[in-house]
């Protein structure tokens, strides 16, 4: 019954519930919970440390223009960045994050922090390589 490694899947709380606890415990549970109202115990519970270690990975991969975005240009940074950090907080104690409107905000504001890096990398790539132009004029 136990699956820590890959998750239960996509479930209400409940449903879990069903699955792992005996029916004689069955009686304690409340059966209107739909999820863990902790983001990290319920993507833990859905999809396991498998699917857990590929959410950070991901993550982890878009940190290089994130961190560039704050560091090149934070004024443009701050309103997403503070989008995104409230809800990471609130989803701390409640499911804010698994309602389709919570998650669209957060996509918005990863994607705005992700674009905004990008575009200050890509800003950077070419004001520091010189243009052949340039230098045959020297």
């Given at each position: 019954k136990e699956r820590w490694f890959v998750g239960y899947g996509a479930a209400f709380v409940t449903h879990v519930f069903a699955q792992v606890l005996?029916?004689?415990?069955?009686?304690?549970?409340d059966p209107n919970i739909r999820n863990a109202h902790i983001i990290i115990l319920q993507l833990l519970m859905q999809?396991?440390?498998?699917?857990?270690?590929?959410?950070?990975?991901?993550?982890?991969?878009f940190a290089g223009n994130i961190w560039t975005a704050l560091t090149k240009k934070p004024a443009q940074a701050v309103l997403p960045l503070a989008v995104l950090i409230t809800m990471m907080v609130h989803s701390l104690?409640?499911?804010?994050?698994?309602?389709?409107?919570?998650?669209?905000?957060?996509?918005?504001?990863?994607?705005?922090?992700e674009g905004i890096g990008w575009k200050a990398r890509k800003e950077e790539r070419n004001l520091t390589l010189p243009s052949p132009v340039a230098a045959e004029q020297r």
């Open positions: 005996d029916p004689a415990e069955l009686q304690y549970t999809w396991g440390v498998m699917g857990c270690v590929i959410i950070v990975a991901t993550a982890l991969a104690v409640s499911g804010g994050f698994f309602y389709p409107y919570s998650t669209v905000v957060g996509i918005i504001a990863f994607a705005s922090l």
